[in-house]
């Protein structure tokens, strides 16, 4: 077989070869290709997708003419040469999003990929209707990530079956050697309308919310290890997928500290593309320094709740911090369903301000136990349209990543020294403002426009004039005259700071 | 040569060999003695102390019958056999000062250590008069540690040289392989003082505070290693010996990252007691994470500012957190030498609460540069009673250590659940405190008594009558009837809140 076709560029190049049915070809037939591109090689696993078809799935990163040839234990596999060009990306294909500047996140072609991610759990396992209601309320949304569980989950608000299951079989009788391809293909072509709704697939690939219901939280490691290689075979060449290795991993009490470092390993090694990889916590925090993460995904509403606190977990681990859990917006009994819009925005703020990012989640009653944070749906609360104005905030922000300026010492100001910066202060509800900004990268003459952002209002407020800076004290800069910014006396204000006149 | 003396546990018995004096004895000839305990065997190296005289010092660390054997490279000091008895400690001896219940610390007799160290940087290299007068002033402190470098210091308000230095020779002819045995006869000598006084010695083995003027920030990686060497070998059986790699190790710009792990690994090894092991920052954190770090050494003033900050440090160590630098009570301009003694001890009160530990330093312009966190001296502030008090706090908690009782949640409540429970209220005056503990190991009927502890003032007022509590919500209790504790209306209160009663 020979194929010759085109992808555009972090688009999927499908191989498809029809292969041995008989026996268990999800264990016995190994299968993969060899792609190439001048004298690079990228080599790819397949999968065997039932009914004696097989597939290799390969996200092209380079332009250009690229090759493949297949190996295999099967002869009818083995050997199968092929070609196809790499065309230039379609509108809004940034390609896949990576760590930049440290601290922050890029897509491959270099596009600041400003993360607002939302929580929506089990939404791909509610059959069509709702799933196809999560997408069109996503569409509208102004979240770029979802973070999401490949098995189903089982927890208060949640104990409906799925449509169909990862295994074959059935529950207590799974066949943990044998997946399911009409569970996995209705998994990816979920994957797949989020990467054309430009959002991003955190995939939850271990859970405890099933409590041995399934068991799917209690396989040994043998399924555990085939399982990830299998989900990372289909799904890798998604260019929006990311790997969450665990939500709440250290609830889950049948594994082992050592098994979570070798799910990284497996996810890692078997990965030609180097997508994300992150673990979420429950009161014990993974230790994000490994080198195997590449952000640290913590659950922790307190760290965003005040000042001060988020930015610590930077200097600690060095690389970007997302708290992806921070409570929900909502009204359930449970205390970590039940923080208001405005402690929510408050959140995505304080996270922003200490260079961090941080996660959505609704938890609303809702009389079928359709929430948001589990099943998709609609959203019913009042922090999206805020959190989209924060997005607008961002988007005009340097590319670098918002950054502390002066950490440590200043818990309010963040930005690019010199250039930009963001005030944010919170819950208080001063009637006018200093204009003091942190000495880096400042020099005595400049000059800076100020507007008042109101965070809840969503409203941008120009301030008159400019402000030009003196250099009167050891670490802070004013503006001449010790001029102030009137504020309307509201809680949750923020001020943009922007220099004017010529940059260096 | 054969000795039979005798010496308390964790004191020092010190073996006294004459040998050879010429050529360069400190780097020519090899020392060491291994001491049996019946099948135990622990291998000290021993140093050489100038003119002809070797000393091998060995702190026993069990009771009973102790022999040795010495090996060398010479002749004159190899296979010198010698026996002693190790009895008894001596009042106020509780032996070296270990990590205890994953976050504190305790004496290797079982007593809890609770840390109120201070910082005075040069001390040891004032001069007679001066070191005598800040022993005297610590005598009467609170301070159970203070932290110290072992080299001179030449920075703001300190330009004035030692009496002495570690090594032959002169400035800009200092011969790096030979030590200067008057040096530190000198240094050793207040080191057992300090010991005397029951606090622990925090010794700085290297610093940025030389800029080259003396060129100990940068020498050769052999000269490093030796001294390492020689200082462990000299220094390690003085029980109050703990060890910190460096003071703001990133801002020596001389050394690699790679320079000190290669510390810790030679300290670690070298050191037969393993006495505590750190390393300070300036703005880059070290991996406190490595294996070789017994505890996180921090400066970060801000993190124990307020409430919710310090405690993130915690989980992400796992280790005993120590703020050894959070700025300095005084007034100074530096911003880091420049609070108030109010915020000195909001801070160890946070730091408290948060389940970390919390260094003091006191910075006040004084005409002779005698800056108490440099040189000693006196005390001029108004910090050290409040400490003490905090201190006698302590002295009746739960002798396992202030644990955070609902981390994440609740920032201002920690202590034993179920026993005791400190709610420190920071800045916040409130007319009356609502009685309200996180639920964890509480059960209806339960009583407590409060006390209101003025933090400031150093006041305990024991508040009427007992409190037996209700579970009237999902993850608090209250007291019967909401019974609320009237407060002064003052900054800086906490409640200390005992369980009556039986205990479970």
């Given at each position: 077989m020979s194929v010759q076709s085109q992808v555009e560029q972090w688009g999927i190049h499908e191989v498809v070869l029809k292969g041995p049915s008989s026996g268990n070809p999800f264990v016995e037939v190994s299968l993969s290709a060899l792609f190439r591109y001048g004298r690079r090689k990228v080599d790819v696993a397949g999968f065997y997708d039932g009914d004696g078809i097989y597939r290799i799935r390969f996200m092209p990163d380079t332009r250009g003419q690229w090759t493949y040839v297949t190996r295999s234990n099967r002869k009818a596999l083995s050997g199968k040469r092929g070609a196809f060009t790499c065309t230039p990306p379609s509108p809004g294909n940034h390609g896949p999003v990576r760590v930049a500047n440290t601290f922050h996140f890029a897509y491959a072609d270099g596009t600041p990929y400003r993360q607002i991610g939302t929580t929506c759990y089990a939404w791909a396992h509610q059959g069509d209707k709702l799933e196809q209601q999560t997408l069109r309320t996503l569409s509208r949304s102004p979240f770029n990530k979802v973070r999401m569980c490949v098995f189903p989950k089982r927890y208060a608000f949640n104990q409906n079956e799925p449509?169909?299951?990862?295994?074959?079989?059935?529950?207590?009788?799974?066949?943990?050697?044998?997946?399911?391809p009409k569970f996995w293909r209705r998994f990816e072509k979920r994957i797949g309308q989020l990467r054309e709704l430009g959002i991003e697939a955190d995939l939850i690939l271990f859970h405890p919310y099933d409590g041995g219901h399934w068991g799917f939280d209690r396989m040994d490691a043998a399924s555990d290890d085939r399982y990830l290689r299998y989900a990372v075979a289909r799904l890798a060449a998604y260019r929006n997928v990311w790997w969450s290795m665990a939500n709440e991993f250290d609830f889950m009490k049948e594994k082992k500290p050592a098994d979570w470092d070798r799910y990284f390993r497996i996810v890692k090694g078997a990965d030609p593309y180097g997508h994300l990889r992150s673990v979420h916590n429950g009161r014990r925090l993974y230790d994000h320094g490994k080198p195997w993460v590449t952000h640290a995904s913590i659950q922790n509403g307190m760290a965003v709740e005040d000042f001060g606190r988020a930015v610590l977990y930077r200097d600690v681990y060095g690389k970007p911090i997302v708290f992806d859990e921070v409570r929900y917006e909502g009204n359930i009994p449970q205390r970590w369903g039940n923080i208001t819009a405005q402690e929510m925005v408050h959140d995505f703020w304080q996270g922003t301000i200490a260079g961090t990012y941080v996660g959505h989640g609704e938890t609303y009653l809702h009389p079928r136990d359709i929430l948001w944070w589990s099943k998709g749906g609609v959203l019913h609360g009042q922090s999206p349209p805020r959190l989209a104005f924060l997005k607008s905030i961002l988007e005009t922000a340097p590319p670098e990543g918002i950054e502390p300026i002066d950490k440590w010492w200043d818990v309010h100001t963040a930005g690019k020294a010199g250039e930009y910066y963001l005030v944010y202060l919170g819950r208080e509800r001063p009637a006018e403002w200093l204009f003091e900004l942190p000495r880096h990268g400042l020099a005595e003459g400049m000059e800076f426009a100020v507007e008042v952002l109101d965070t809840w209002n969503m409203t941008v407020t120009p301030v008159e004039g400019v402000f030009r800076i003196i250099a009167d004290d050891k670490y802070r800069y004013h503006a001449q005259g010790h001029r102030k910014v009137p504020l309307p006396g509201l809680p949750y204000l923020a001020l943009r700071i922007t220099r004017v006149g010529e940059r260096r």
């Open positions: 449509p169909c299951y990862p295994f074959a079989g059935r529950r207590g009788r799974w066949d943990f050697a044998r997946f399911n």
